[in-house]
């Protein structure tokens, strides 16, 4: 990409110079008025060329890497937000719990939770289970929760039931 930008810049400035060489001569004789009309459209292409580059690079090239920032900034914060990572776990819990009627989870994790780097966390909770005979029954569990950054996807790598 950067190739191309520096040909047009170059390509500009040629088309400016070389249209300056021939419109600026001092010669006013009729049979130069052709090559005086052809310097000024050299001239004015490699002004439009060198105008529509800087455009280009203020408002295409400045705003698609702000984007990327952004996007950066979107996903950092993802990689350290445990009440999101939490909600994540929550499914594989729930399904994981086959022989309970109902489970019912915290509103956040436990504060021992926490991220542990690299778009990684430990979240530790405790569910209150109701049986399907009746009777309710309070859990503890540690999931180990990974964001993968190339597909945006959450993966729940492990569970360990604390209270068992």
């Not at 052809?38 to 060198?50: D, E, N, P, Q, R």
């Not at 991220?115 to 049986?131: K, P």
């Not at 009777?135 to 950054?149: L, M, N, S």
Request: glycine residues 6%.
């Amino acid at each position: 990409m950067l190739w191309i930008v520096i040909v047009i810049a170059l390509s500009s400035i040629w088309l400016m110079i070389k249209g300056g060489g021939l419109y600026f001569r001092d010669n006013d004789s009729a049979e130069y008025a052709p090559i005086k009309r052809k310097g000024f459209y050299y001239i004015a292409v490699g002004a439009s060329l060198m105008l529509g580059l800087a455009f280009w690079n203020e408002f295409v090239y400045k705003r698609s890497q702000s984007a990327l920032d952004r996007e950066e900034k979107r996903i950092a914060a993802i990689c350290t937000d445990v009440v999101k990572a939490f909600n994540k776990t929550k499914e594989p819990i729930e399904a994981s719990m086959t022989e309970m009627k109902s489970v019912q989870f915290p509103f956040l994790p436990k504060a021992s939770s926490k991220a542990i780097g690299q778009c990684q966390f430990v979240i530790q909770a405790t569910v209150e289970a109701t049986y399907r005979s009746g009777g309710t029954h309070k859990k503890t569990y540690e999931a180990q929760v990974e964001f993968d950054r190339t597909h945006e996807t959450w993966h729940l790598r492990d569970i360990k039931w604390l209270d068992e």
